[in-house]
C-alpha cells in the first residue's frame, strides 16, 4: 500500500503514513497491521497538538457487552489513544444494547449530546456498534437524523475494528459496515480489562433459542462455541496476568460445545477451567433452565472453584406464558430442577430474570410469577416490563398489555422479590465466608467492598491495599441485599 496521502474522499490528509506494503489476509494479523497505521496517525497528531488524542468507550447491555467493550478499548491503546471516562473526548464509541426500548432511547438521548461536543470540536470522531446496530430501522434513523455520526459497525465483524477505525479516521463521511451474520471467531485480538483481577471470558457467541419476545438471536446470530483450547489459553494468560476470578460468558451457556468438532459438555469445560492454577474462582452466565443438566450439579458440587451462585432466568410462572414465551420448560419442571439443585448445593443463591406485561398476560398469570418467587425464594432478581421488539414473534401477537396496566403488578412482583432477598440474605448473618475485594468504597472512606462466593456485597474496613484478594470475612450485620462486616 505504500505510503497513504489521499483520504477516501479524496482530500488530502498530510498526517498519514501507513506501514509499508500490503495488509496481510490473515487474522488477527490484519487487524494489527492496522492498529500499527492507527498508531503513526495518533503519534502525528501528538506532533500537532502537543497531546494524545483521547478515546472513550461507553457501555450499554450485558456482560458480554462489557467484555466486547474491553476489545475495543483494548484496540484504541494499542492504536494510541489515551483511554478516558470523559465522554468529550476525540475519538468515542458506544456500544450499545436493543433487548429493550428504553436501552435504545438512551443512546439516541446520548447522542444529542455527543453532537454538542463535536460542534465544539469538529474532528471529533463518533462511533456506533453493538447489537442496535443490526436492526436495519436503526441505520435508516441514524442515516436521517444522525449524519454527524463517523462510524457505524455491529456485533459479527468486531473483529476488524482496527480496520474499521482506520477507514474513519481517514473518511470524511458515515462509514457503516454491518454484516448479517458470521461464523467466523478471531482470537489474539488486544483487550484492556476493566479490573486487573478479575475478567469475563466469552465461551460462546449468538443464541438459537428464539425465546419469543428476545431480540438477542437476531442481532447476536447464530449459536457458536469457542474451542476449548483457546479458552483454556487465554484463562492461563489471564491467571498469568494476575486475574483469579473468571466469568465464562454466554447466552445459553448449558449448550457449550454441542456443535465443536470434538463435543464437550458445559461441565467438562468447567472441570478444565478448575485445573487452572491461580484462577481460585469460577463463574458463569446464562443458564437456560431447559438445558441445565446433573452433570452440571455434580461438577459444581464437587468443585473448589466453582462459584455458590446460579442466575438461572424463569422469565415468567405462568405455564401458559411460559409456552406462548417458547422457553420449553414448566413452573414444575423448573421447580423440580431448583429442588434438586439445592438438594445438593444447599448454599447455594439462585437469581433470576423476569418478565411482566407479555403479550395476553392477565392478573391471574402475574400472580403465578409471584408465587414462584416465593416458592423459589430467590436471592435476587432483575426485573423487567415487557418491551416489543420488532421481528420478534411476540411483536405480532395480538393483546399487547398496555404499559400503565403492567406498573402496578410490577411494583407488587418487585416488593415480593425484596422480601425474598433480604430473607436469604439474612441467613448467612454471623457466618465467615471468602470475598473477593474489589474496590475502595467510594461512599464511605475507610471502607472497601468484596464479593462473596453467592455474589453477595458486604462491605468491611480496609484500603486499597486489600483490592484483588481473596479474604475471609465475618458478616455482621445484614441490610436487604447487602452486608456489612469484617476481616477475620
Ligand atoms: N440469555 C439470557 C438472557 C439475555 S437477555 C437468558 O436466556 O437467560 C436478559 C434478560 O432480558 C432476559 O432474561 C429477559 O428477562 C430480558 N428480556 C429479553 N427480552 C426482553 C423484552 N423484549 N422485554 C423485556 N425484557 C426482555
Ligand atoms: Fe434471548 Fe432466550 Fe436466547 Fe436468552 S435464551 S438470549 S432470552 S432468546
Ligand atoms: Fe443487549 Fe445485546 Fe446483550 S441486545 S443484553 S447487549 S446481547
Request: net charge positive; aromatic share 8%.
Amino acid at each position: 500500500m505504500g505510503r497513504v496521502r489521499k483520504s477516501m474522499c479524496g482530500k488530502t490528509d498530510f498526517n498519514l503514513v501507513g506501514p509499508e506494503g500490503e495488509p496481510p489476509f490473515g487474522e488477527p494479523e490484519r487487524q494489527y497491521y492496522f492498529m500499527e497505521k492507527c498508531r503513526r496517525w495518533t503519534d502525528a497528531f501528538e506532533k500537532n497538538n502537543g497531546r494524545r488524542p483521547t478515546a472513550n468507550v461507553t457501555t450499554f447491555g450485558c456482560q458480554m457487552n462489557a467484555r466486547d467493550s474491553e476489545k475495543l478499548a483494548g484496540v484504541l491503546q494499542n492504536a494510541g489513544y489515551l483511554l478516558t471516562e470523559e465522554e468529550n473526548a476525540d475519538f468515542v464509541i458506544f456500544n450499545t444494547c436493543t433487548v429493550r426500548d428504553n436501552a435504545n432511547q438512551r443512546v439516541y438521548g446520548r447522542l444529542g449530546e455527543l453532537n454538542g461536543y463535536k460542534r465544539r470540536n469538529p474532528k471529533m470522531k463518533i462511533a456506533l456498534c453493538g447489537c442496535m446496530m443490526q436492526e436495519p430501522e436503526v441505520i435508516e434513523k441514524l442515516k436521517k437524523s444522525y449524519g454527524f455520526v463517523d462510524l457505524i459497525f455491529g456485533t459479527h465483524n468486531l473483529y476488524k475494528f482496527a480496520e474499521l477505525l482506520w477507514t474513519a479516521l481517514v473518511s470524511e463521511r458515515m462509514v457503516i459496515d454491518i454484516w448479517k451474520e458470521t461464523d467466523r471467531i478471531v482470537e489474539e485480538l488486544p483487550v484492556k480489562r476493566k479490573y486487573p483481577f478479575k475478567s469475563g471470558i466469552n465461551i460462546m457467541f449468538g443464541c438459537d433459542n428464539f425465546c419469543s419476545y428476545c431480540i438477542v438471536p437476531y442481532v447476536r446470530g447464530r449459536e457458536r462455541s469457542r474451542e476449548p483450547k483457546e479458552i483454556l489459553r487465554e484463562i492461563e494468560k489471564l491467571a498469568a496476568d494476575g486475574v483469579v476470578e473468571v466469568m465464562l460468558l454466554g447466552q445459553n451457556v448449558n449448550s457449550y460445545g454441542k456443535n465443536l468438532d470434538n463435543p464437550l459438555t458445559f461441565a467438562q469445560l468447567l472441570k478444565e477451567v478448575e485445573r487452572v492454577p491461580g484462577i481460585q474462582r469460577i463463574r458463569f452466565m446464562t443458564s437456560h433452565p431447559k438445558d441445565l443438566s446433573d452433570e452440571l450439579i455434580q461438577t459444581m458440587k464437587a468443585s473448589k472453584k466453582i462459584c455458590r451462585h446460579l442466575h438461572l432466568p424463569l422469565q415468567s410462572g405462568s405455564d401458559r406464558i411460559l409456552r406462548q414465551m417458547n422457553r420449553r420448560y414448566t413452573r414444575d419442571q423448573y421447580l423440580e430442577l431448583v429442588r434438586r439443585i439445592r438438594r445438593e448445593i444447599p448454599d447455594i443463591a439462585i437469581t433470576t430474570d423476569l418478565i411482566v406485561g407479555f403479550p395476553g398476560e392477565t392478573p391471574e398469570d402475574l400472580e403465578q410469577t409471584i408465587d414462584m418467587v416465593r416458592r423459589v425464594g430467590y436471592d435476587n432478581a432483575f426485573t423487567f416490563i415487557y418491551s416489543k421488539r420488532t421481528g420478534t414473534p411476540a411483536a405480532a401477537m395480538e393483546n399487547q398489555v398496555p404499559k400503565e396496566q403492567v406498573q402496578e403488578g410490577f411494583d407488587r412482583l418487585l416488593k415480593t422479590v425484596q422480601e425474598t432477598a433480604a430473607e436469604q440474605a439474612a441467613k448467612l448473618k454471623g457466618r465467615v465466608l471468602d470475598a473477593l475485594i474489589e474496590e475502595v468504597n467510594e461512599s464511605s472512606p475507610g471502607f472497601v467492598t468484596g464479593r462473596l462466593s453467592n455474589n453477595r456485597i458486604v462491605h468491611v474496613p480496609g484500603d486499597a491495599s486489600l483490592v484483588g484478594k481473596i479474604l475471609d470475612v465475618s458478616l455482621e450485620e445484614c441490610h436487604g441485599f447487602y452486608y456489612t462486616g469484617r476481616l477475620t
